[in-house]
């Protein structure tokens, strides 16, 4: 029956990636230009020469024709597409694309069932899925069995961190390569090799851009390949219908700018996210006001809710300053309340003021320590019970029992104080807040050391014989 099956099926198709159309100026301008400029052999492809420079591993990989299921993990505009372009036109395999915004699982099984046909013609299948962290769970189970039978070689592309964004059973199965952002030189290298192509497309007037004005859309871009080219390609539209009846079209840093605003890479619900308050809350961690003020403007600028900042704030104000200057807390409260009454864009202010504030207090984490000291020493002794002279007693039986034996009220006594035991016998003595010399906090050890000395004192009067 097998052999009936094979003799029956058709071979199907190649799915060749689109071939860069270079006939005419007319089709070639309808097309964005970062299209038209796409590299169609490895010696054009901008950067990540780490990854397919000569004899990189990647690199070789494609070359023996051993393509791994991949994850291609980068930032917007470092090649990702572009590289498994290069691989549908190096690798003997059928090639075909699926993008997740637009597919479905009826779409893998068409794809599968393809694949199954190419087996039997010995034909590896490469299956490219851009945008593959759009694909639910669900829907990324359905590659498993067949990443895992060699049925299909996976390469997916994403600009999310695949540790958030692709199921680990699948990650498990796949090979991460991870693409930097392209580099200013190859930027402006990939610039200049675009205005001929813009010339050539539409050659009256010709462009000529300053190289001040590719310094500008350099530093426009922060190392979005495709987002430069499109920055160019706006400029020169622009820099065409002012100078309509002039010989060149010159394009200046100023044009650019006019042009252009800065997009700051930014995803409130994505890694950058957290990077970035990380990134704040460590420098005020390390009392850098300079740091913590940059972190905190950047996530303003990107449109992080300021609400968001001031609650993490008020965090740090308890685990990286807390008693060493227990003010902190009531400030980061305030700054909260202030921007609710406030909000923005004035409000912004109050985000600022805070991070640096808590930059320039004194540091202590002697709370947050105390408090994953004590929550580890409960999971290990368990529920202790009370000491009696520490119970209320508001029943006669309660009384009669023992309870609240032996208490004094501290504030009848002098200094508002009497040593006493306050833990469960078994714990009697351990220290579990151990203030640090910093701040308003040296004088709580100071203190500390004097109280703890009294109840050892008192510990030891009582356990004599």
Known sequence: MAEDMFEEAQEPARSEWPARQSDSGENRSARPLADRLRPTEFGDFMGQ?????????????????????????????????????????????????????????????????I??????YARKTILFIDEIHRFNK??????????????????????ENPSFSVIAPLLSRCRVFTL?????????????RAVPELNEVEEEPPIEVESEALDAIVQLSDGDARRAL??????????????????????TRDDVVAVVQRHLMYDRGGEEHFNLISALHKTIRSSDPHGA??????????????????????RAASEDVGLAAPNALVHAVACLDAFEKIGQPEGNIFVSQL????????????????????????????????????????????????????????????????PKQGLPDELEGTALYEPTDQGQEARLQERLSELDAARAEERAARKKP
């Open 293 to 314: 003020l940059y972190w905190c403007e950047r996530m303003l600028a990107g449109g992080e809710d300021p609400r968001f900042i001031l609650r993490r704030l008020i």
């Open 49 to 113: 020469e780490k990854l397919v420079g000569q004899n990189a591993p990647l690199r070789r990989l494609i070359d023996g024709n051993r393509v791994p299921s991949m994850i291609l993990w980068g930032p917007p505009g470092s090649g990702k597409t572009t590289l498994a372009s290069l691989i549908a036109r190096t690798t003997d395999s059928d090639f075909i694309t699926l993008s997740a915004v637009t597919s479905g699982i009826k779409d893998v099984r068409g794809v599968i069932d």
């Open 355 to 418: 991070a640096v504030a808590l930059a320039m207090a004194p540091k202590s984490n002697a709370i947050y320590m105390a408090s994953k000291r004590t929550a580890a020493l409960i999971q290990e002794t368990g529920t202790l019970p009370v000491p009696l002279h520490l119970r209320n007693a508001p029943t006669g039986l309660m009384k009669s029992e023992g309870y609240s034996d032996g208490y004094t009220y501290d504030h009848d006594e002098a200094g508002h104080f009497v």
């Open 180 to 192: 930097a952002a392209i580099e200013d030189t190859h930027l402006v290298q990939l610039l200049q």
């Open 138 to 159: 669900a829907q990324q189970d359905a590659f498993l069995p067949h990443v895992e039978s060699g049925l299909i070689t996976l390469i997916g592309a994403t600009t």
């Open 230 to 251: 499109g920055i160019l390609e706006i400029a020169a539209d622009v820099a065409r219908e002012q100078h309509a009846e002039a010989e060149a079209a010159p394009i």
């Open 115 to 120: 694949a199954k046909v190419n087996r039997q």
